[in-house]
């Protein structure tokens, strides 16, 4: 079973830039779609960006131009590069395992990490 482990969040004003990171252990995720999902206070968790196999990306229209999904399968960790961040991006962000046709997410999450953007 994959354990996914989130970290890299924290408070940035606006503008700003974070790095998060998921790393994954107890099974490789080389052939596995993988995403970042993201939920703010007292909404569902929508799917922020995804990443097949193959390394072709999708993206939530919000953070399309300004957030990048990467993945290192060497290290079994997956990356969301979050650039001119906004308040509205501030949420519990989280990594998982996801279906290639749909980026429905499947397996255990993560604890989270937390992403704050304020003044």
């Known amino acids: 079973q994959v354990k996914l482990v989130e970290s890299g969040g924290g408070l940035v004003q606006p503008g700003g830039s974070l790095r998060l990171s998921c790393a994954a252990s107890?099974?490789?995720?080389?052939?596995?779609?993988m995403g970042w999902y993201r939920q703010a206070p007292g909404k569902q968790r929508d799917l922020v960006a995804g990443?097949?196999?193959?390394?072709?990306?999708n993206y939530a229209d919000s953070v399309k131009g300004r957030f990048t999904i990467s993945r290192d399968n060497a290290k079994s960790t997956v990356y969301l590069q979050m650039n001119n961040l906004k308040p509205e991006d501030t949420a519990v962000y989280y990594c998982?395992?996801?279906?290639?046709?749909?980026?429905?997410?499947?397996?255990?999450w993560g604890q989270g990490t937390q992403v704050t953007v304020s003044s």
């Open positions: 998982s395992l996801a279906r290639t046709s749909d980026y429905v997410p499947f397996g255990s």
């Open positions: 107890g099974s490789i995720i080389t052939f596995y779609t």
């Open positions: 990443i097949t196999s193959g390394d072709r990306t």
